[in-house]
């Protein structure tokens, strides 16, 4: 079993930014890939970034050249740094965890409760 939880998430002027962060613990959680979802209002959850148990990251096109995913295994956190934020990105941030870093949310078994980021105009 791993743990999840979230914090960071806040409201935003369009322009700035905010640092997502993804505590884990469980056992053998530093070796898991790890995500950030979301789900805007009235929208399907969708992916945003993963990052392997290795480091290789990927990113939905959306946020290439915003947002940056990265982890300290040291302290089984991973962070989702949030740059240039638009009001699309206005959504309920979600953590996952899986065995594998993939784009498709059934992979990943667990999932923190969500923080909220809000991006006005």
């Known amino acids: 079993q791993v743990q999840l939880v979230e914090s960071g998430g806040g409201l935003v002027q369009a322009g700035g930014s905010l640092r997502l962060s993804c505590a884990a613990s469980?056992?053998?959680?530093?070796?898991?890939?790890m995500a950030w979802f979301r789900q805007p209002p009235g929208k399907e959850r969708e992916f945003v970034a993963a990052?392997?148990?290795?480091?290789?990251?990927y990113y939905v096109d959306s946020v290439k050249g915003r947002f940056t995913i990265s982890r300290d295994n040291a302290k089984n956190t991973v962070y989702l740094q949030m740059n240039s934020l638009a009001p699309e990105d206005t959504a309920v941030y979600f953590c996952a965890a899986g065995r594998g870093a993939t784009i498709v949310r059934a992979t990943y078994a667990y999932w923190g409760q969500g923080t909220q980021v809000t991006v006005s105009s």
């Open positions: 990052i392997s148990s290795g480091g290789t990251t």
């Open positions: 469980g056992r053998a959680s530093s070796t898991y890939a």
